[in-house]
């Protein structure tokens, strides 16, 4: 949201089906790593941004 893109515009972006990133927003799957790396390309973060602190 900060970066004022959208699931769909984030799912193109990182070649991803739409439906995934919502399912990744909404914490229902596991993902792997290399999902995570392209999410991270495509917003163009550091990997301490997309990890959530325990």
Known sequence: ???GI???KLA???ELN???VQKIEA????ILL???LRIQKALRCEWKDLVQKC
Do not use: D, I, K
């Open 18 to 20: 739409s439906r995934t």
């Open 12 to 14: 193109e972006a990182a």
């Open 6 to 8: 959208t699931q769909e």
């Open 34 to 36: 290399t999902t995570v």
């Open 27 to 30: 914490g229902s799957v596991n």
């Open 1 to 3: 949201m900060r970066l």
